[in-house]
């Protein structure tokens, strides 16, 4: 019974390289995040808009995608530790978890006082909420342009993210202007009570990604069956068995599977072909294959 690993050895090297160039701008992107949020969060408690605050939880989202996209990138650059054999990815995972958690307590508090807001309307100055909505979007544009230039799959996760807060902005924006023009300050708690709504389906999508890599269900976007028959069509290999694909983190998919194949099998042949199949075909670059030949019998027989 022979065995095998036909994935990418470079792939960390690979993903470290590719974050490297994405470091700078995530970083930037994030520092201008954070300040937004520090200020939108003051003001907002200054002038009682909750507009202001309840968008500034949605930038907290976007300063905390950003910090795991950052993350992972500078976990990607450093060694493991040999009782760490999958390093320290899955803390993404985690902290993306806490963070959806976090965002939904957040969206019902701005929604139950938004409510409230609209009944019996308090004195929320428009100017101040205007000019710091502008800022807010005048960021999230040069956090835009910062992460397009960032060159990698977290980077652009994370210029998605900044990209659905500027549309929270133009609200917060518009109903500052409003209020200078008509004087009608429900018109924030309207604001506030919208940006919470947006706040929710993105924490239920994020929770269910982060528990979906947690309970190690095979990623939604690999076909099991095409796995299957892909590497079934490998010349010289009879069957496969003992499939496992799970998500590490974001990006990282990981397999496992036993591939059994004729007596006369090349087998070296059969795991580089293995590669380019779930490589090229799948996006898995991470597999452990375990080959036996035809007439080996027993590790079909789990007790689990």
Same mark, same amino acid.
Do not use: K
């Given at each position: 019974?022979?065995?095998?690993?036909?994935?990418?050895?470079?792939?960390?090297?690979?993903?470290?390289?590719?974050?490297?160039?994405?470091?700078?701008?995530?970083?930037?992107?994030?520092?201008?995040?954070?300040?937004?949020?520090?200020?939108? $969060?003051?003001?907002?408690?200054?002038?009682?808009?909750?507009?202001?605050?309840?968008?500034?939880?949605?930038?907290?989202?976007?300063?905390?995608?950003?910090?795991?996209?950052?993350?992972?990138?500078?976990?990607?650059?450093?060694?493991?530790?040999?009782?760490?054999?999958?390093?320290?990815?899955?803390?993404?995972?985690?902290?993306?978890?806490?963070?959806?958690? $976090?965002?939904?307590?957040?969206?019902?508090?701005?929604?139950?006082?938004?409510?409230?807001?609209?009944?019996?309307?308090?004195?929320?100055?428009?100017?101040?909420?205007?000019? *710091?909505?502008?800022?807010?979007?005048?960021?999230?544009?040069?956090?835009?342009?910062?992460?397009?230039?960032?060159?990698?799959?977290?980077?652009?996760?994370?210029?998605?993210? *900044?990209?659905?807060?500027?549309?929270?902005?133009?609200?917060?924006?518009?109903?500052?202007?409003?209020? &200078?023009?008509?004087?009608?300050?429900?018109?924030?708690?309207?604001?506030?009570?919208?940006?919470?709504?947006?706040?929710?389906?993105?924490?239920?999508?994020?929770?269910?990604?982060?528990?979906?890599?947690?309970?190690?269900?095979?990623?939604?976007?690999?076909?099991?069956?095409?796995?299957?028959?892909?590497?079934?069509?490998?010349?010289?290999?009879?069957?496969?068995?003992?499939?496992?694909?799970?998500?590490?983190?974001?990006?990282?998919?990981?397999?496992?599977?036993? &591939?059994?194949?004729?007596?006369?099998?090349?087998?070296?042949?059969? $795991?580089?072909?293995?590669? *380019?199949?779930?490589?090229?075909?799948?996006?898995?670059?991470?597999?452990?294959?375990?080959?036996?030949?035809?007439?080996?019998?027993?590790?079909?027989?789990?007790?689990?």
């Amino acid at each position: 019974m022979g065995t095998g690993e036909p994935h990418d050895h470079a792939h960390g090297t690979a993903l470290a390289r590719s974050g490297g160039a994405a470091r700078r701008p995530l970083a930037l992107a994030l520092a201008l995040s954070l300040v937004t949020f520090v200020v939108q $969060l003051l003001v907002g408690f200054a002038t009682g808009s909750l507009a202001l605050l309840a968008d500034s939880a949605h930038v907290l989202t976007d300063a905390v995608g950003i910090a795991l996209a950052l993350g992972a990138v500078v976990l990607a650059t450093r060694s493991r530790r040999p009782e760490r054999t999958f390093g320290l990815f899955r803390l993404e995972v985690l902290s993306a978890l806490a963070n959806a958690v $976090l965002l939904l307590g957040v969206a019902m508090w701005a929604a139950y006082e938004a409510v409230g807001r609209i009944e019996d309307p308090p004195d929320v100055p428009g100017w101040p909420v205007l000019v *710091v909505g502008a800022v807010g979007l005048a960021t999230n544009v040069v956090a835009l342009r910062l992460l397009s230039d960032g060159g990698s799959l977290a980077a652009e996760g994370a210029r998605l993210e *900044v990209l659905a807060d500027a549309v929270g902005s133009v609200g917060v924006v518009a109903g500052g202007a409003i209020i &200078v023009v008509t004087g009608a300050t429900v018109v924030d708690a309207w604001i506030g009570l919208a940006i919470a709504v947006s706040i929710v389906p993105r924490s239920i999508r994020l929770a269910a990604g982060a528990l979906r890599v947690l309970v190690q269900a095979a990623p939604p976007e690999v076909d099991l069956a095409a796995v299957t028959s892909g590497l079934r069509a490998i010349p010289d290999v009879v069957g496969v068995h003992d499939l496992h694909v799970w998500t590490l983190t974001s990006d990282m998919e990981v397999l496992s599977a036993h &591939v059994v194949v004729t007596d006369a099998a090349d087998h070296s042949a059969v $795991l580089d072909r293995a590669r *380019v199949v779930l490589a090229d075909g799948h996006g898995i670059h991470h597999a452990t294959l375990q080959v036996e030949p035809e007439g080996h019998t027993g590790c079909d027989e789990l007790d689990w």
